[in-house]
Structures are given as C-alpha cells and as structure tokens.
C-alpha cells in the first residue's frame, strides 16, 4: 500500500442521514492538501474521520501504508488543530504543548528540547509560562500548532484553523503555515471554507460539496479548468458570472450568444464548442477577465449597465446587468479613473467557459 | 454629589438592617451557649452584658453526652456521602451532558423535579427500607439516603458545568493519545474543580444538618450531631444553654468546609475561561 493518506470507499452515515455518499481521497505523503467547500459539505466530518474522531460507515482510511480505519486517534500518528484551538485552559503554553509528550511517557530531557524547538519556531518562547486565557488570538492559535509541532506526527489535521482571526492576522498566519509545511515537510491536511486560503497554501485542492469531491486538483488547475458550474463560481473572488447562451456560427465565425452579449469563440475552446453544438450552455465569465479597453484582438465588446460601482484601490467591483441578469466585473483602473458607469466593456474572450447547461458539467 | 451620599446612607441602613435579621439569630445562639440556666431563664433577655460561663461547653465536651463520638459520627456521614454524591453525581453528569440518547433533556430536569421532594415525606418508606436491609443503627443507612436526597441537585448543577466545557477540549486530549480515564481526570477534572466545589458545599450542608431522617434510622451509637442535639430536650425541662453551645459547635466544621471549597471555586474560575 501506498505511503500517505487513503480514503477508499468512505460512507458516513448519521443515522438514516448520510452525510458523505462514497469518498475516495489520496493524499501524497509531504503534500499539503485542502478540503474546501461550503458548510454542510462533508470536509469537517472527512477530517474527523481521518482524525478517528468519527467512525467510518464504511470503507477503509490508510495513513502511512496502515490501514488505520478502526483505530483510535492515539494510534494514527496525527495531529490535530481545532478551530477553537482547544487549548487546556488550566495548563500553560507549555504545558498545553508537551501534554502528548507527557501522556506518552516521553524522557523529560526530550519533552523539554521539544517544546523549546517548537517554541522557538514559533516565536512562543516569552510566552511558555502563560495561561491560554492570557495570550492574544494569535498567540493562541500558534500554541494549537506548537501543540502538533511538538508531536511531529506524521500527519498534521488542521480543522478551519484561521477562521477565528482577523483578517490581518489570517493573512500572515497563512503565510507561517506554508513555512511550517515546508519545514517540517510533513503531510497536511487542512479544512476550510475559504477558498482564498485555500487558492494560497495548497498543493492540491479538493472541492467537496454535499458530501462529493467535485475536483482534485492543483489551484491552478480548478481555476482554469473548473469540470463544473459548482467549482466554477465556488473559486474565485468576486464569483464567476454564469449566464445562459447558445452556440452559433462554425470555424472561426463561431460565437455564444445570450440576451444582450455576443462574444466569439477563442481558438482553444473550438473543438468543446463544435462538440456541444446542440446543447444549450451556460457560459461562464470571471469578474477579473473585464477589462475597460481591448488589451489585444481576444477582447470583444460586451455592454454593461451599471447599477453599483465600488472603489476598491486596485480595480473597481461593477455590480452590472446583462440582458435583465446580474453580472460582476473587475476592472482594474488607473488612480484617476472616476467611478465607472454603463457602457461597453472588454471581455478576454480566451478566459472564457463553457458548462452544459443541463448537467453544469464543463464542456 | 449630595444625592450619591443620601443614596449610600439608604444602601448602607439596607444594608445592615438585612444584616441584624440574618445575624440576630446567631447572635442569640451564640450568647446563650455562653449563659448560665438563670441568666438563660432570666426575664428581662440580656443581649449581651452577662458575665460568660463555658459551663454549657465543658458539659458537653466533658460531660455524659459522648460530642467526640457523635461529632465523628457526623463527619463520617457527611465526608461519606459528599463523596459519594461527587462520585457518582459527576459520572452522571458527565453521561448526561455528552453522551447522546433518547429523552436526555427530559432527564436533566427530572432529576430537580426528584429534588422537590422533602425529606420527611421519604422518611417512612426509608425507615422500612433499612429496616428491610438491616441497616438500622449503622450509618450507612444515613450515608446512602442523604446521597440520594443530594444526587438529583448534584447531577443538574454539574450538568450544566460540564455542558460548558467544549468537546474539542476532550477531542484535542483524545488525538494527543489520551485515554477515556485521562480525559476525565487530567482535562476535564481541574476544570470542574468550581463545580465540584459548589456541589460539595450543597450536599456536605445537607448531610450535616438532616434531622428527621437521622432521628429515625440512628441509634444510641450512631446519632449524629442534630440528634444528639435534641437529647437535651429532656423531660425536666429545655437546656437552652447547652443546646445553643452544641449548636455552636455544629457551625464550625460546615464554615472550615465551605472556607475550603470556596477557595477552590475561586481557583476553578481563574483556571477555566474556557472561551477566549
């Protein structure tokens, strides 16, 4: 069996109630890999399965090579950061990080050169004697990771992490999480519902929705190739606009067209077009891809209506109508541009999707 | 200015008349345990200029009514049944506040509906009870009644102290390879300190105040404190002084009790702040 961890086959039921049909997952040994998706969808629960915090309905989990689907979590070689942190209120930080250690039975000479590494790496050590209740929230959230730092399992199970922070403060703890990835090398799983964590710190992205994986993939890859209408507006920030249309032309002169637009067809996307000639389509048009002038001859014009602009710095959100549907788009301006109102906009006709419009699939 | 002076006088005179109410009965104990049978009888009530006798504690330290014995008595029955009542009262809790099954909530509050009921409607059913088992004359009678007169108090307070500790709390302890024991003992435990406290407080009261049932089901050998108390209500007449002095020294042990438990409440508090 493979290194890593494996789910094969996994059902989990709650009573008649089942949560996540049949989930297979493999995660590469050193990989960082996310679960992402909305709430309801199942990540948790596969993390806490993974964890052996939940039991399997059926199927087998595999973690280094093990089939470890019916041990407990102290037997799985894991560790595990909670979004509450649960931090042991009554211990100190160092106490809190050496408590597994202790639990094991480890040497005190080791414990104590452990905890200290750990420490060190993440600038806790003027905080070692403090209680949780005293520290700030991030101070509190690098105690739960110190806490599996000092375990140095083999697999690190991170469960929404972040999301008790600050913005501010999410943004750099990201960014101390891909250098513990890359330090300690070890296999991570991380569940959130952010797909902007998730866009930055992944090898590999796993989009689940009620209970199914939609796409594995690199960020790069469920960006650019979203297989369907789901994974499409779930990455991605401001969403995806999806707006149903119909294929018309051939060869180069082929174009989808809705209420209000007509954009060609790129070179790339032919062949899925030609195929799906019949079929009615949904295409989908990323905010970021508007642009207020054609940068080359792959933008087309497309007129919007706006009804709200906002400034945001960089670019500009239009909040915009279509043919009677709503639209986002991005556009970036210079600083002088004033707020931009109705009028025709570019579109980067190669950025382009297309999804069948009866079953969302991409095309 | 003026107005948040006249508001303080109007607190304060609140204030310590609450006081006098509460601590005039005392006060009267207190005094009389330390009166002679004629200053006690006099007919003008002397509050509080006598001259003080320890006749009244000498009579019972010393004396025919064997304090040591019923005093070891009482501290038997209430050590015993506080522990008890802990012991298994936190199990319980601890069931009811995590493990999930039909008609829990219905559970958690029927357990002080059992609360309602006083002692005295359950002293004849007990008197056959131990009678039956033949626990007559033996304190376990009393240790096993007043434990099941504190459990159903016991087991909501707790509950509900438990139900404030996070599960990811004992999830974080189970990944870190703690046992079901370990959990229970070196994660949940010091943060219940302050529950158990409070809880321990309720039922050691309880232990050592009951009468009725205590009067019923206890012997020569095996009467507690209260009983023993009520011996001086002797045929020639009521020995107020000595039963004040007994009821004198039946406050200590609670007050030493609750001074302890209450220390440890307070070290629950600041150990727990269990959210952020």
Redesign the interface.
Known sequence: MERGVTLRNVVKAFGPVTIIPELNLDVAEGEFVVLVGPSGCGKSTTLRMI???EKVTDGTISIAGRDVTWE???QRD???V?????????MNVAQNMS??LR??GAPKAEIEERVTRAANMLELTPYLDR???DLS?GQ?QRVAMG?AVV?DAYCFLFDEPLSNLDAKLRASMRTELALLHKRLGRTMIYVTHDQIEAMTMADRIVIMHEGIVQQVGTPKEVYNSPVNTFVATFIGSPSMTLLEADLSGTGAKMAVQGDGFKLPISARQRKQAEAAKNKKVLVGLRPEHFAVEALNKDFAPIDLKVKVSEYIGSSQFLAADVGGKSLTAAVEVGPEAELLGDGQYFFDTRRLYLFDRESGEAL | MKNETTRYIYYYTALILLACISLAPIWVMISTSFKDEVTVQSSTPLWFFFVPTFQNYADILTGRGKFDLYLMNSIIVGVSATFLTLFIGGFCAYALARARFVGRGFLANATLLVRMVPPAVVAVPAFAFVTLTGLDNDLAALVFLYTAISLPFAIWLLFGFYKQIPVELEEAAVVDGATPLQVFFRVLMPLMTSGYAVAAIFTFRIAWNEFILALLLTGRNTRTLPVATAGFLTEEGVEWGRIMAMGTLIVIPPLIFTFFAAKQIIAGMTAGAVKG
């Open positions: 964890a052996g915090l407990r979590p102290k894991i560790a595990m909670f979004q509450s942190y649960a931090l042991y209120p009554h408590f597994a639990l094991a209680r949780p209740k929230g509190r806490r375990r």
